[in-house]
């Protein structure tokens, strides 16, 4: 297990970094893009986007360095007295609970939320404006704990 921790590690810091990218372009510009839609567009937008997010390579992406993680948890704990592991015990926990975590419990029933809606009606509008701000917001922190453990993993091989 030990001579894996290396390449598990790196993958892991390779994980959170496209992830970190990804949510990075939705706080950055994304959604402000499709807060300027008129408002049934930008739902159909999203709805979209949310539908044609679910492929291998972004489930992979997001819970399989979640799995290694889990993995990177279990070794910095065994590890604790070796260089970098608190590095690792750091970003891995991060990565959890920031984003396979945040995106579970608040990123997706917002996400269904929208897919419930009208998009032409009154509720429709308020759910988007709900969702343009409380959406954003937990991206926010997805992108930011992404890029933080990124840095650990970094700095845990170092």
Request: aromatic share 10%; glycine share 8%; charged share 5%.
């Amino acid at each position: 297990m030990m001579k894996l921790l290396p390449a598990l590690t790196f993958i892991a810091a390779i994980g959170s970094g496209v992830l970190g990218g990804v949510f990075f372009a939705f706080s950055n510009f994304v959604m402000a893009a499709l807060a300027r839609l008129p408002v049934p567009a930008g739902i159909a937008a999203m709805n979209s986007i949310n539908i044609t997010v679910i492929t291998p390579a972004f489930m992979t992406a997001l819970f399989g360095t979640g799995l290694i993680c889990l993995v990177l948890i279990a070794a910095g704990i065994m590890g604790w007295s070796q260089s970098g592991s608190y590095w690792l015990l750091a970003g891995a926990v991060i990565y959890l609970v920031g984003n396979p975590i945040v995106t579970m419990v608040f990123n997706v029933p917002l996400n269904n939320a929208l897919a419930a809606v009208d998009p032409a009606s009154s509720t429709g509008a308020a759910v988007w404006a709900n969702h343009l701000s409380q959406w954003v917001m937990w991206n926010h922190v997805r992108t930011i704990t992404a890029i933080v453990a990124m840095a650990c993993f970094i700095l845990a091989l170092t």
